[in-house]
């Protein structure tokens, strides 16, 4: 997942697997839901970087990869999230996998769909929007038949608008 990280995006990237919980009172955590809420886990890893650099760089992104099931504002599940602004994205991975909805299991798609969807994270951090483009990597998912449909990479007009930035 680095090297093609690397082969895209002009960043230092890093990885943190399953950050630990916000807090010790769970507060990211959801008992009726079942999931963590990913807003606090963003802001959370956003803190993070903010106390422990002197001075914010946009070519520095974390990006934390969850084997845990998570949910925004106003959405049921998310298999990702990023902030725009503060260099940091999540992925959620147990929503990616085949076996979450009773299926064998197949590495080879799981693995296609999480470099999916970091790229399509780390996009936003990087402050790319959602694209209307079905097949590009910045269009929003909200189905697997939607992860599974897109690109690992940028249509140009995104690809440009990365440059750009």
Same mark, same amino acid.
């Given at each position: ?6 082969? %895209? ?13 916000? *807090? ?5 955590? @959801?008992?009726?839901? @079942?999931?963590?809420?990913? *807003?606090?886990?963003? $802001?959370w890893l956003a803190t993070t970087i903010m106390n422990n650099t002197k001075s914010y760089d946009p070519?520095? %992104?974390?990006?934390g990869i969850c084997n845990f099931d998570a949910y925004s504002s106003g959405l049921n599940f998310v ?8 260099? &940091? ?12 909805? /009773?299926? /064998?299991?197949?590495?080879? %798609?799981? %693995? ?9 994270? &780390? /996009? ?9 483009? $079905? ?10 038949? +939607?992860? +599974? ?17």
């Amino acid at each position: 997942m680095t090297s093609h990280l690397a082969s %895209i995006f002009d960043a230092s990237i890093t990885i943190i697997t399953d950050p630990p919980q916000l *807090d010790s009172s769970g507060a990211s955590f @959801n008992e009726q839901r @079942n999931q963590f809420n990913s *807003d606090k886990l963003l $802001r959370w890893l956003a803190t993070t970087i903010m106390n422990n650099t002197k001075s914010y760089d946009p070519t520095k %992104i974390i990006l934390g990869i969850c084997n845990f099931d998570a949910y925004s504002s106003g959405l049921n599940f998310v298999f990702g999230q990023a902030s725009l602004t503060g260099g &940091v994205a999540v992925i959620y991975l147990p929503r990616l996998r085949q076996e979450f909805y /009773g299926l /064998g299991a197949d590495t080879s %798609i799981f %693995i296609e769909r999480v470099l999916k969807e970091a790229t399509h994270e &780390v /996009g936003h951090a990087f402050g790319l929007d959602h694209c209307p483009k $079905r097949s590009c990597v910045m269009h929003f998912s909200n189905s697997l038949a +939607d992860t +599974d449909r897109k690109a690992k990479d940028f249509c140009n007009i995104c690809r440009n608008k990365l440059h750009q930035k």
